[in-house]
T-cell receptor, first 110, second 114 residues
């Protein structure tokens, strides 16, 4: 079945630095979604990518969908303490079923 | 717009007991999902409803878990009997329709089985 893997599992970042988290699927995806979960909270939708090679930006966050629609990345520039949390990618199959990755837990040190 | 409501927020039970969770999705959302999230892992889909029909329940342990969505609105998830490994957060989510629509998650129910 479909598997979605994320790396790294943990990301320790100093405030102001950039980092990237990666998401890889074993199968071609219909679309990919990214969610953020703050400590003790629930996942909150960030963005959806549908087209091959698509790039979308949200302020300091840049999301990219691979050409083969099997991988994606999230790049955060100038990390802030508000970026703390776990970032999940979720790959959707043609039926809309989401397979979540294990997430990248981001810790920001001032 | 009201979000996805879930209750209870916390539940502690002993193994072999039964428990039920309730979810009220966002009004007008046709698709409802139940996820299990074990600490340190991503949400794992247990069951997906489209209106009041089941779309996917391939990862639902049917010998002990059951779910229903009567009248295509709110839903209940039941575990009977509970096992220690069922300790997790149970998240309900809804979306306008299945497929290319974002999912809105409720606050979750934290279940501890002792």
């Amino acid at each position: 079945g479909q598997q979605v893997m994320q790396i790294p599992q943990y990301q320790h970042v100093q405030e102001g630095e950039d980092f990237t988290t990666y998401c890889n699927s074993s199968t071609t995806l219909s679309n990919i979604q990214w969610y953020k979960q703050r400590p003790g909270g629930h996942p909150v939708f960030l963005i959806q990518l549908v087209k091959s090679g698509e790039v979308k930006k949200q302020k300091r966050l840049t999301f990219q969908f691979g050409e083969a629609k099997k991988n994606s990345s999230l790049h955060i520039t100038a990390t802030q303490t508000t970026d703390v949390g776990t970032y999940f990618c979720a790959g959707a199959d043609s039926w809309g079923k989401l397979q979540f990755g294990a997430g990248t837990q981001v810790v920001v040190t001032p | 717009e009201a979000g996805v409501a879930q209750s209870p927020r916390y539940k502690i039970i002993e193994k072999r007991q039964s428990v039920a969770f309730w979810c009220n999705p966002i009004s007008g959302h046709a698709t409802l999902y139940w996820y299990q999230q074990i600490l340190g892992q991503g949400p794992k889909l247990l069951i997906q409803f489209q209106n009041n029909g089941v779309v996917d329940d391939s990862q639902l342990p049917k010998d002990r878990f059951s779910a229903e969505r009567l009248k295509g609105v709110d839903s209940t998830l039941k575990i009977q009997p509970a096992k220690l490994e069922d300790s997790a957060v149970y998240l309900c989510a809804s979306s306008l329709w299945a497929g290319r629509y974002e999912q809105y998650f409720g606050p979750g129910t934290r279940l501890t089985v002792t």
